[in-house]
């Protein structure tokens, strides 16, 4: 996986089918994290650049923000779109990241899909946490309403399969409610807070040819936080227990 990095760059441009979907929960999920960590504001150590939004909305917001990505493409396309920014990026494999900081919150925000080992990651990055720390996990849901809707329907013939849309974004598996919550707990962490992070009944190409309005699209946000087992992303607050 280290080695193929770069090819799923032009997964996280704006051409990409769904980038409604990234939109919407990119921009959606920094502003819960805010939310959650309120007063561990001081340092923060994000796993992955990604699209960048977490990057922008978290950039001003900690007086210490250090970010490791392993793919030199996705850098160059952050600096390419948003320049210089309030961070640190660092080019590290996951796996590899070494530093004798610790951090208030540590983000893995949809990273945990595309590793080779998760439990490894997990596992790892716990030394990186200061005491009383949280870090804020965010993953795709395999059993998301739209998903279940088009299993019963026919049209999807196994949930946690991965998709044509999957592939092109490097996942390796997906989650549930049930099986991240094995994970965290496996690991060493007691879960703080669940919330789901957009709740679609639908496709996204029957979103974009509905052309529905801003607010229905937030109120999609907003009323998927309290419903993570149907929501698209899942977002949890754990701690080292």
């Avoid at 990026?89 to 590899?96: N, R, T, V």
Wanted: with cysteine.
């Amino acid at each position: 996986m280290k080695n193929q990095l770069d090819q799923f760059a032009e997964s996280y441009l704006d051409s990409f089918s769904y980038a409604l979907d990234n939109e919407l929960i990119l921009n959606w999920y920094p502003d819960r994290i805010l939310n959650l960590v309120k007063g561990k504001n001081k340092s923060l150590l994000e796993l992955g650049v990604g699209h960048g939004y977490s990057t922008m909305k978290f950039a001003n917001r900690f007086d210490h923000y250090v970010v490791i990505e392993g793919s030199k493409e996705i850098i160059t396309l952050f600096h390419e779109k948003f320049g210089k920014q309030n961070v640190s990026i660092i080019h590290s494999y996951f796996e590899d990241f070494t530093t004798t900081e610790k951090f208030d919150v540590i983000v893995m925000g949809f990273i945990l899909e595309h590793v080779d080992d998760p439990e490894l990651i997990m596992s790892k990055f716990k030394q990186f946490l200061k005491p009383g720390g949280s870090i804020i996990v965010t993953v795709p849901n395999y059993e998301a309403l739209n998903k279940r809707i088009g299993y019963s329907a026919g049209l999807i013939q196994d949930l946690a399969s991965l998709s044509d849309a999957d592939k092109a974004l490097g996942h390796q598996r997906l989650f549930n409610v049930q099986t991240l919550t094995e994970l965290v707990t496996r690991t060493g962490y007691r879960i703080k807070t669940t919330e789901g992070l957009l709740l679609k009944p639908i496709t996204t190409s029957q979103i974009l040819q509905l052309n529905l309005s801003k607010e229905v699209l937030r109120g999609m946000l907003e009323v998927g936080v309290h419903y993570p087992e149907l929501c698209v992303g899942i977002l949890m607050e754990i701690e080292v227990r």
